[in-house]
């Protein structure tokens, strides 16, 4: 099959342009995911992900109903996902399978797979892992002044910084780069992870509930 799509780089709002991974390297992580014994996920959820990968680097969303049918043994024309949410169940299950894997082993791959709620479209990044010596990277920076400017106070920077945090992170809750950069902010202290996560609550205002990493 082929999904040689290039994905070499994606344009932001601001006209930033962010690198992301190859189709190659794409196919190399997902290879990765599911021959791990870190990611819990179900054999039949494990073809569930290849097929919405394959499909996304084609840039075609994956239908719920070619999933139940070919993925989860429906039959084909009397499918109603409104009526039989399998596919929906199980992506939830997929979702927290790869945040799993992403915690553990997988916590250092370079390229990380990315599925949003909502849809069956998966989204593919570099990790940003910061330089020796304790160097910030950009991704680092975004959190940090989000944080400092919640901590001051609600005003149209702040809410500025906070939509540049989720530019930077799309779905902030399950984006498992928001832990890894926390990580690499705070070290082992509890105490600068909680004023961190603060200043991120008040930062993201009516959003406040997306904050919940402690």
């Not at 709002?13 to 997902?30: F, H, N, R």
Request: glycine content about 8%.
């Amino acid at each position: 099959m082929n999904v040689s799509r290039d994905f070499s780089s994606r344009v932001g709002p601001d006209g930033a342009v962010t690198p992301v991974p190859s189709a190659d390297e794409v196919m190399d992580a997902l290879k990765r995911v599911v021959a791990s014994p870190d990611f819990p996920a179900s054999e039949r959820n494990r073809r569930f992900l290849q097929r919405v990968v394959t499909n996304s680097l084609k840039g075609e969303k994956t239908k719920a109903s070619e999933v139940a049918i070919q993925v989860f043994g429906r039959r084909g024309p009397s499918f109603d996902s409104t009526q039989d949410p399998i596919v929906r169940i199980e992506a939830g299950k997929l979702r927290r399978d790869l945040e799993t894997y992403y915690l553990k082993s997988g916590k250092h791959d370079r390229v990380r797979i990315l599925m949003p709620k909502g849809r069956y479209f998966a989204r593919f990044v570099y990790v940003e892992v910061g330089l020796p010596g304790g160097v910030p990277t950009a991704g680092h920076l975004v959190l940090l002044r989000a944080a400092l400017l919640g901590m001051r106070g609600a005003d149209k920077e702040t809410h500025r910084a906070w939509v540049s945090v989720l530019q930077e992170f799309p779905d902030f809750h399950f984006n498992p780069r928001v832990h890894d950069m926390l990580g690499a902010i705070c070290g082992q202290d509890s105490r600068i992870r909680e004023l961190l996560l603060e200043g991120l609550r008040r930062a993201s205002g009516t959003d406040a509930a997306a904050v919940r990493l402690a």
